[in-house]
Nanobody, 116 residues
Framework: QVQLVESGGGLVQPGGSLRLSCAASRRILDFNDMGWYRQAPGKQRDVVARIFQLGTTYYGDSVKGRFTISRDNAKNTVYLQMNSLEPADTAVYFC??????????WGRGTQVTVSS
């Protein structure tokens, strides 16, 4: 089991930026992929972005061109740079790690609120 600890959430005005971090307790290159999901009140948890073992990335349609996922293998940390934030981006953001076996682990989440 891996421990995933998110940080970097907070309150930001529309148009602003935040960078989320997800620190893992083991080598992130051990995972098939890692990513970020988000869940707004009363809504399902949706994928935001994923980064795969070889470095390829995937983004949800609503964040393409605004969010960037990256990783620092030496620090075992995955990042989510969020620019041009909108009120619709308000949600709890969760880090996810998935092994080749299909096993998944989740962090506890970090709140992002976009409001003036």
């Amino acid at each position: 089991q891996v421990q995933l600890v998110e940080s970097g959430g907070g309150l930001v005005q529309p148009g602003g930026s935040l960078r989320l971090s997800c620190a893992a307790s083991r080598r992130i290159l051990d995972f098939n992929d890692m990513g970020w999901y988000r869940q707004a009140p009363g809504k399902q948890r949706d994928v935001v972005a994923r980064i795969f073992q070889l470095g390829t990335t995937y983004y949800g349609d609503s964040v393409k061109g605004r969010f960037t996922i990256s990783r620092d293998n030496a620090k075992n940390t995955v990042y989510l740079q969020m620019n041009s934030l909108e009120p619709a981006d308000t949600a709890v953001y969760f880090c996810n790690a998935r092994l080749n076996s299909g096993r998944e682990d989740w962090g506890r989440g970090t709140q992002v609120t976009v409001s003036s």
